[in-house]
């Protein structure tokens, strides 16, 4: 049977081949319940209260190809490159989160096209008033076990834990 090994050394105790809701292979790990319980990363490991860690991956051909490009996206020439888009991404969601995009308010498309030109003036005053107050910017979430999964590879930690 193939097996997973967490950062704390502990293999999966169950691993299943399944397709997701869009039809891509993936597959459903869990390691044993007992282990979980008594480990003691646990809270930087999962949210589930009593349940066991459990993580879907990838095939492996999928997963090198993922890595691979997470490779090339740390790269200065992939940012300089992206960074248009992500421009463009972050705009879109901050009008539908911030400034209800989604929704239209009104009936009819010249009110349609007059609520869109006032939500984008309005998100131009609330973007200069950000950069002339200096606004934060949001990070990128990360989920816990890959939170602990670089807190353990990082060289300073395991210099000032030796
Ligand atoms: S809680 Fe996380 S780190 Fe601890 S044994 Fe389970 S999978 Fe491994």
């Known amino acids: 049977m193939k097996q997973a090994t967490c950062p704390q050394g502990q293999v999966t105790s169950d691993w299943t081949i399944r397709r997701d809701n869009f039809g891509n292979d993936c597959v459903d790990v869990r390691f044993d319940r007992a282990t979980c319980a008594d480990c003691f990363k646990r809270p930087q ?10 993580i879907m991956m990838r095939p492996q051909a999928q997963h090198k190809l993922l890595q691979t490009r997470r490779q090339q996206q740390a790269t200065d020439t992939w940012r300089a490159h992206y960074g248009k888009r992500a421009g463009i991404e972050g705009t879109l969601s901050q009008g539908i989160r911030a400034f209800g995009l989604r929704r239209c308010r009104y009936i009819g498309l010249p009110k349609t096209r007059f609520q869109h030109v006032v939500t984008a003036l309005a998100m131009n005053v609330a973007r200069i008033d950000d950069w002339l107050t200096g606004g934060s910017f949001a990070k990128t979430r990360r989920s816990a076990f890959a939170q ?14 030796a």
């Not at 490991?45 to 459990?54: I, L, V």
């Not at 602990?148 to 834990?161: E, I, K, V, Y």
């Open 45 to 54: 490991c999962t949210r589930s209260k009593a349940g066991p860690r459990e």
């Open 148 to 161: 602990m999964h670089f807190r353990l590879r990082s060289p300073c930690r395991r210099n000032s834990a």
